[in-house]
């Protein structure tokens, strides 16, 4: 009885109370409102709360949000807006005094890992560069760092002084050192933004792990003012400045060059260059073309030691169809030594454009231009020995390809690419070509994405007479494509693109064999990771390399 007289309306259930209400008010009577919905009415008359609905009220604008959540809200918003949040109400700006948020833009959009409050117990990353702030008089290696006192900084000074103002720096760089170019990383570490050097490692040890030198280092101190310190030279930091030309564009300048000179004068200064540089000394260089090419270039380059121009490079945007993944590689360039290169892909091409360059092709300038529509299956091993046969291979694609350049310049329709049948042509015998025809069909697949497992291995040699930098060279390969290699005489006379052979043996190596110069390059991929480096589309990256080329064309 109790459960029907509620659902009737004669008890106590409000559902049915709010139908019967509802069906007054139609008929024009509201005479019947239980007491509870009086007091509610009454209480909302008089500004007061209803006994039904105790909690807070909800807020009607951010500024009635908790603390808490402002915080979080605003450390959502990037750094170049927080000054416009600053000016909208005095609550804002002093939300806008806690660490967190500023922790959490130094972190987001500079990349910066280490706490403000526990640099000066742990040290920092760099340990041949730094010292610690504990005992400022010890040295580590030729480089001195004195740190400022951290329980002075906060994180706010550091974005608002250091990292705001510089972070168009950020990134990869190609200094303009005329022919032999370079690789510049400046980078977020700590209280510090540094301009790293990247070297090759020593020849030909392709292999090894890149090199790093410090140019420049802009840190803060106690007065929360950016300082720029040159770090050329062997006498520690001194003082230096950094000047941005244009957009994608900047300068270094020393104001003490003193600090680069050394005690026994330039030959000290170059035997101290050439152990860097080499790891050798220049007695232990017998070969005299290459001593004339070293001493060029410390001539060369030691006129840069007070003044550098940098221009922004791009890491390669990497695509599903890509050969492997693009980026930066290490090779083997015979009396040049080892030069850093960026492969690229652009549709069925593989390009590898120079970083580092030497009197004969200059840095910026496309070493190799591979035609991934073109493979070349390699015959046995014994056929491989033989210099002959891999030239009657290599050749045979680079003739076709001139043809059909020449059809297309005479306007004239290109016959059907004969390219899988000039690779296929070095496999002896009937039974030969038929096991060989597979691969052709499968070499033709660009893209490692074209099967679900990687393609095997097939034994690779060089031939008999090919001179190789590296002997230690990998013994197998996956796949070998026709490609072309820039080569000049000296002061980049003479260009001119000569045919060769493109051999990928893994995700991070690959070599060419130069034919007309009988030697072979080994590149090894550089795996040091670089923030701030990606391109942000392919339009930009291609038009970057336009730039390159015109750089030192």
Request: glycine fraction near 8%; charged fraction near 25%.
């Amino acid at each position: 009885m109790a459960v029907c007289a509620r659902l009737c309306g004669v008890g106590q259930s409000r559902r049915c109370r709010r139908r019967q209400r509802h069906n007054q008010q139609d008929q024009g009577s509201d005479s019947d409102m239980d007491e509870e919905e009086g007091e509610r009415i009454v209480a909302q008359r008089r500004g007061g709360v209803s006994r039904a609905n105790t909690g807070p009220p909800h807020p009607q604008s951010l500024v009635e949000l908790p603390p808490e959540l402002l915080v979080e809200i605003i450390s959502l918003l990037p750094g170049t807006a927080l000054p416009n949040v600053a000016l909208v109400c005095k609550k804002f700006r002093q939300i806008l005094s806690t660490e967190t948020i500023w922790r959490r833009r130094c972190v987001e959009e500079f990349g910066m890992k280490e706490d403000l409050r526990k640099m000066d117990a742990g040290g920092v990353s760099s340990q041949e560069l730094y010292v610690k702030h504990v005992n400022p008089r010890v040295r580590s290696g030729r480089f001195v760092k004195l740190l400022p006192d951290y329980e002075l900084m906060d994180y706010r000074d550091v974005y608002k002084h250091l990292l705001h103002p510089y972070r168009h720096i950020l990134g990869l760089w190609q200094p303009d050192i005329g022919p032999y170019g370079g690789l510049l990383n400046v980078v977020v570490d700590g209280l510090f933004i540094i301009g790293w050097m990247y070297l090759p490692p020593h020849d030909p040890r392709v292999e090894d792990p890149m090199r790093r030198r410090p140019l420049f280092r802009i840190h803060m101190w106690e007065n929360k003012k950016a300082t720029v310190e040159c770090m050329y030279g062997h006498k520690g930091p001194h003082k230096g400045d950094i000047q941005t030309v244009k957009k994608d564009e900047f300068s270094t300048k020393c104001n003490q060059t003193d600090h680069h000179r050394m005690p026994g004068g330039r030959q000290e200064e170059f035997r101290t260059w050439l152990e860097e540089e080499w790891g050798r000394t220049l007695e232990e260089i017998f070969h005299e073309h290459m001593q004339e090419l070293i001493l060029m270039k410390f001539i060369y380059t030691s006129q840069y030691d007070n003044c550098l121009t940098y221009r922004r490079i791009y890491l390669p945007p990497a695509k599903p169809s890509d050969l492997l993944q693009p980026g930066l590689f290490k090779g083997t360039y015979g009396s040049h030594g080892l030069e850093i290169v960026m492969l690229s892909f652009h549709g069925t091409s593989a390009r590898a454009t120079k970083l580092t360059g030497d009197p004969n092709v200059p840095a910026g300038q496309l070493t190799l231009d591979v035609d991934l529509s073109r493979p070349v299956v390699l015959p046995d091993l014994e056929q491989q020995r033989k210099i002959e046969e891999l030239s009657r291979l290599v050749l045979g694609v680079h003739k076709e390809v001139q043809r059909e350049v020449e059809q297309q310049a005479n306007g004239r329709p290109t016959t059907v690419n004969a390219a899988a049948e000039g690779a296929c042509g070095g496999a002896t015998g009937a039974e030969g070509m038929e096991n060989d025809q597979g691969a052709c069909s499968d070499s033709f697949e660009p893209g490692p994405s074209s099967s679900t497992s990687p393609p095997e291995a097939q034994p690779f040699v060089l031939p008999l007479g090919v001179m190789a930098r590296n002997e230690v060279y990998p013994r197998t390969c996956r796949k070998c494509f026709y490609g072309t290699g820039l080569i000049a005489g000296h002061g980049f006379t003479s260009p001119e693109r000569t045919p060769g052979l493109f051999v990928l043996f893994d995700e991070d190596r690959f070599g060419f064999i130069w034919l007309e110069l009988k030697s072979f390059s080994l590149y090894s991929r550089l795996t040091d990771h670089l923030a701030h480096a990606h391109a942000p589309n392919m339009e930009r990256f291609e038009a970057m390399l336009r730039n390159m080329q015109s750089w030192t064309s």
